[in-house]
Nanobody, 122 residues
Framework: QVQLVESGGGLVQAGGSLRLSCAAS????????MGWFRQAPGKEREFVSA????????DYGDSVKDRFTISRDNAKNTVYLQMNSLNAEDTAVYYC???????????????WGQGTQVTVSS
């Protein structure tokens, strides 16, 4: 089985930064594409970022490009999302995901964490 557990969410002021972590367990982690989605109340699920198994390729949603950075450390079975210049529209539950190929659609990922709340105050 694959389990994903997010951490690092919380309350931050607009303009601030936060780093999310996703601890993964399972035999296929090092081969998985990993990523992040988010969903705010009353809004559709939104792609945030994805990273290839090797870390050589990354993808970002337009709304977070140049502000967020995804990375992974396979030796530690962990993927990170560094979030800078946060604003109110970044308020959402953030989900760590894992799958077999690059995609911006949530249905393409077979493994989802429980989510961590990020709230940006202004």
């Amino acid at each position: 089985q694959v389990q994903l557990v997010e951490s690092g969410g919380g309350l931050v002021q607009a303009g601030g930064s936060l780093r999310l972590s996703c601890a993964a367990s399972g035999r296929t982690f090092s081969r998985d594409v990993m990523g992040w989605f988010r969903q705010a109340p009353g809004k559709e699920r939104e792609f945030v970022s994805a990273i290839s198994w090797s870390g050589d390729s990354t993808d970002y949603g337009d709304s977070v490009k140049d502000r967020f950075t995804i990375s992974r450390d396979n030796a530690k079975n962990t993927v990170y999302l560094q979030m800078n210049s946060l604003n109110a529209e970044d308020t959402a539950v953030y989900y760590c995901v894992g799958g077999s190929w690059f995609s911006r659609r949530g249905s393409s990922y077979g493994y989802w964490g429980q989510g961590t709340q990020v709230t940006v105050s202004s």
